[in-house]
């Protein structure tokens, strides 16, 4: 169905297509030392507060936030009626970037599976977007011989000998993966983030509480424990998700 090498090919060309505009609008770094103080607490009162002032960061970083902030106001809608098989489609453009696109998951999935199929000729009908569901809040593409079944990512593991043939392709986590493999490249990547001072645009556990969340807390447990959905690439679906 797919190679590991095809999975990683299409990644790394997904990355490199976004690598030369605006980043994604949902990760932000924090100011290092002081604003980790503030990034880090998840009681909504304080993240009601939070500035952007403090959560900025110098060189790289604050070039990095700034991007993210004009590409939350610039990023693409799909088209109603529009599979994202199409939109990947339209949104890659053979690489001349014809549409602005900010580098946010459900962006990169799209990308991820027209290349999939235009470029490795991957069937449609094997091609799918997952969404992990409030309070989650991301999007990844599959390749699956089969529809795939897991409740959530925590079940993303072998429950038999021989492997489900799927892979995962999520350039915004920088993962190319066989599904079973999957909750632990997002643990392992989630962690460095976590290190590297980079915090998420999320809205909380109970959905009312917008702010910039450390990714190993209550973030992370979302992520690994939400409801996964999962649709045809090629089928005009109601998906939600904006990592």
Known sequence: MISQQSANAIRDEVRDFYSYGMK?????YVDVPR???YVAYDDPFERKWQTWTTRMMAAK???RNVNALVSRASAPDRPKNTSF????KSIYNGGERSIFAAGNCVEMAAVAAALAIDRHHVPGHAVYLASITRPGDHVFCVV?????????????????PVASGAFVIDPWLNTACPGEDYKWAAFTKIG???????????SGVNGNALGWWEPTGSYFDCFMHSELIFVSA?????LTGAG
């Open 144 to 160: 699956s011989p089969k529809a795939p079944t897991w409740p959530n990512v925590m079940a993303m593991a072998p429950d038999a």
């Open 24 to 28: 994604s609008s949902n990760k932000a």
């Open 192 to 202: 460095e983030w976590s290190r590297d001072g980079k915090r998420i645009a999320w």
């Open 61 to 63: 970083a604050a070039n």
């Open 234 to 238: 090629t089928f005009d679906p109601s």
């Open 85 to 88: 098989y199409s939109w990947g």
């Open 35 to 37: 604003a980790v103080d």
